[in-house]
């Protein structure tokens, strides 16, 4: 069994990540899924939040506004509509992110204000992880 798999993040504007992974933590619409070697093929549509991949050089942290990710025998693939990096480069698109997901969470309909409330969480604790 291979203890890693191919790993690439595309967003529109550009291939932000690619390489051997050991596990991707995914923020998938219906809850967070850790994708790692030999996962099942599976398609995820992706919420807000924080995505985390396990690379031999360390973890590597993005903020992705939504997406799909595809899981396959291959390695998995993540089309993200927008991700930055965890890097103070990215810091005021990613602040940006948080007072959006708060506006969100602040009139989110009770059913759905736990997944809204972790979207903010995400992205809060990504931005206190850059300090």
Same mark, same amino acid.
């Given at each position: 069994? &291979? ?12 291939? #932000? ?31 807000? %939040? ?7 050089? %360390? ?6 506004? %939504? ?15 927008? &991700? ?7 810091? &005021? ?7 959006? &997901?708060?506006?969100?969470?602040? %009139? ?9 409330? #972790? ?13």
């Amino acid at each position: 069994m &291979a203890d890693t798999m191919q790993f690439d993040l595309v967003s529109p504007e550009r291939l #932000l990540a690619s390489g051997q992974a050991k596990s991707v933590q995914i923020p998938g619409a219906n809850g967070q899924m850790t994708a790692m070697p030999n996962h099942a093929p599976t398609i995820t549509t992706l919420r807000p %939040g924080v995505l985390r991949v396990e690379m031999a050089d %360390g973890v590597k942290e993005f903020a992705v506004t %939504g997406g799909f990710a595809e899981i396959g025998a291959d390695g998995i693939s993540v089309l993200a509509e927008q &991700a930055y990096a965890r890097d103070a480069g990215n810091r &005021a698109q990613i602040e940006a992110m948080l007072e959006e &997901a708060r506006a969100k969470a602040a %009139g989110a309909a009770p059913e759905h204000r736990d997944m809204a409330e #972790l979207v903010v969480s995400d992205l809060a604790q990504l931005l206190n992880d850059m300090a």
